[in-house]
């Protein structure tokens, strides 16, 4: 067209000084321009995505399993229906393993926690506390009072967990279905209080045992059984029972807040993501549980901690016929206000991973066998209508 210039007008005018259709060499071909890539890293992004694809099928391959697992023991048990013997059963059992093997795994705090609260200036720091038990006393001194945390955390849990879906079902029928939804948590904090109550009484004999021989250097007793035929041979049966009374003071206000604010903040979590609960995966809901679990127990730990110290001191210190009232007097003129809150950094965290975990395992469990995950009951028909 006349009315536009030719190619070779415009090259000549801009200067290209590559010709028209050939292949144009690079420039500065000896050698990567800074926005080249680097060649040498390829193989890197090739093992991360190898280590991706392998993280994929392991997870699948456990997710198969898991799923046969399931099905082999619903197939054993039978359909387990809601709120009936077989589900208080199962809850029971939840329990247990949650508590259970959860408090024996953190031992190794729960140690150097008893030992700060009942002398201060034993240790600097947890880890010079660590270092200084592992020399003297070996890996078995860190461990010191696993076996009746084992046993007794175990019973605690088979009883909370147990009790409280009972004790749920039991108030919500009593209330009814609106007044259950309208004062939830009113509900969650009465069925968790009987709950511990009935927990603290198969607990306490096995925490007197595990707070003696962790407060004591060295261990004042070689194991469980022969912690409880040592106490009651002393100081009789009652020995055993002797720290109940601040133990329901510092359990049944953690269960009650571990309870409830976990069902709470559980049921802010679902409403504030998109979808329902059941559109999620099982993983995804146990993620739930596990999150909701240790934010509630950094709650608990705040709570329950001042009461915690005095069953340390209590259980280390309380003298032959001594009365709780004046026990408790005595500890509290020894340390004071402030004394009361030693070892909370190392409980905030012990406690905090402990709940999560709690509740991770125990709703893994329900999983396991068929059943729903903890969480908040759903409202009422009339007030979906509404």
Same mark, same amino acid.
């Given at each position: 067209?006349?009315?536009?210039?030719?190619?070779?007008?415009?090259?000549?005018?801009?200067?290209?000084?590559?010709?028209?259709?050939?292949?144009?060499?690079?420039?500065?071909?000896?050698?990567?321009?800074?926005? %080249?890539?680097?060649?040498?890293?390829?193989?890197?992004?090739?093992?991360?995505?190898?280590?991706?694809?392998?993280?994929? *099928?392991?997870?699948?391959?456990? $997710?198969?399993?898991?799923?046969?697992?399931?099905?082999?023991?619903?197939?054993?048990?039978?359909?387990? !229906?809601?709120?009936?013997? *077989?589900?208080?059963?199962?809850?029971?059992?939840?329990?247990?393993?949650?508590?259970?093997?959860?408090?024996?795994?953190?031992?190794?705090?729960?140690?150097?926690?008893?030992?700060?609260? &009942?002398?201060?200036?034993?240790?600097?720091?947890?880890?010079?506390?660590?270092?200084?038990?592992?020399?003297?006393?070996?890996?078995?001194?860190?461990?010191?009072?696993?076996?009746?945390?084992?046993?007794?955390?175990?019973? %605690?849990?088979?009883?909370?967990?147990?009790?409280? !879906?009972?004790? *749920?079902?039991?108030?919500?029928?009593?209330?009814?279905?609106?007044?259950?939804?309208?004062?939830?948590?009113?509900?969650?904090?009465?069925?968790?209080?009987?709950?511990?109550?009935?927990?603290?009484?198969?607990? +306490?004999?096995?925490?007197?045992?595990? &707070?003696?021989?962790?407060?004591?250097?060295?261990?004042?007793?070689?194991?469980?059984?022969?912690?409880?035929?040592?106490?009651?041979? $002393?100081?009789?049966?009652?020995?055993?029972?002797?720290? @109940?009374?601040?133990?329901?003071?510092?359990?049944?206000?953690?269960?009650?807040?571990?309870?409830?604010?976990?069902?709470?903040? &559980?049921?802010?979590?679902?409403?504030? =993501?998109?979808?329902?609960?059941?559109?999620?995966?099982? $993983?995804?809901?146990?993620?739930?549980?596990?999150?909701?679990?240790? @934010?509630?127990?950094?709650? +608990?730990?705040?709570?329950?901690?001042?009461?915690?110290?005095? &069953?340390?001191?209590?259980?280390?210190?309380?003298?032959?016929?001594?009365?709780?009232?004046?026990?408790?007097?005595?500890?509290?003129?020894?340390?004071?206000?402030?004394?009361?809150?030693?070892?909370?950094?190392?409980?905030?965290?012990?406690?905090?991973? =402990?709940?999560?975990? %709690?509740?991770?395992?125990?709703?893994?469990?329900?999983?396991?066998?068929?059943?729903?995950?903890?969480?908040?009951?759903?409202?009422?028909?009339?007030?979906?209508?509404?």
């Amino acid at each position: 067209m006349p009315l536009y210039p030719s190619y070779e007008t415009l090259q000549h005018t801009f200067g290209s000084p590559y010709p028209r259709r050939q292949p144009q060499s690079k420039p500065n071909a000896s050698g990567p321009t800074p926005y %080249q890539a680097r060649l040498e890293l390829y193989p890197a992004y090739s093992i991360v995505d190898d280590a991706k694809n392998k993280a994929h *099928k392991l997870s699948a391959e456990a $997710a198969k399993e898991f799923e046969a697992a399931s099905q082999k023991a619903q197939k054993k048990t039978g359909h387990i !229906e809601l709120f009936s013997g *077989k589900y208080y059963a199962a809850c029971t059992f939840g329990g247990m393993l949650a508590c259970g093997l959860t408090h024996a795994a953190v031992t190794p705090l729960d140690l150097v926690k008893v030992r700060r609260q &009942v002398d201060s200036k034993l240790y600097k720091s947890n880890f010079q506390a660590w270092g200084h038990i592992f020399r003297t006393e070996g890996v078995r001194g860190i461990f010191t009072g696993w076996g009746p945390t084992l046993l007794g955390y175990s019973a %605690q849990g088979a009883f909370k967990y147990g009790w409280y !879906e009972y004790f *749920k079902k039991t108030y919500s029928d009593l209330a009814g279905p609106e007044a259950a939804y309208k004062y939830k948590t009113a509900l969650y904090l009465s069925a968790s209080a009987s709950a511990e109550f009935l927990a603290d009484i198969a607990l +306490c004999p096995f925490e007197a045992v595990k &707070v003696r021989m962790q407060a004591s250097i060295p261990a004042q007793y070689k194991g469980t059984l022969d912690g409880f035929s040592k106490i009651a041979a $002393a100081e009789g049966v009652s020995g055993l029972y002797k720290g @109940l009374y601040p133990l329901w003071g510092r359990q049944i206000p953690y269960t009650m807040m571990k309870f409830a604010s976990f069902e709470t903040i &559980v049921e802010m979590i679902y409403d504030r =993501l998109p979808g329902k609960k059941q559109d999620y995966s099982k $993983a995804a809901q146990t993620g739930v549980s596990f999150a909701g679990g240790y @934010l509630a127990g950094i709650l +608990c730990a705040i709570v329950s901690h001042p009461a915690d110290v005095m &069953v340390s001191k209590l259980n280390a210190y309380r003298k032959a016929g001594e009365g709780f009232g004046a026990v408790t007097g005595r500890i509290y003129k020894d340390i004071g206000f402030m004394g009361l809150w030693n070892g909370l950094a190392v409980r905030i965290v012990m406690i905090g991973t =402990l709940t999560g975990l %709690q509740w991770m395992i125990y709703d893994y469990f329900k999983i396991f066998m068929g059943l729903p995950t903890t969480g908040g009951p759903p409202p009422p028909e009339q007030v979906k209508k509404e």
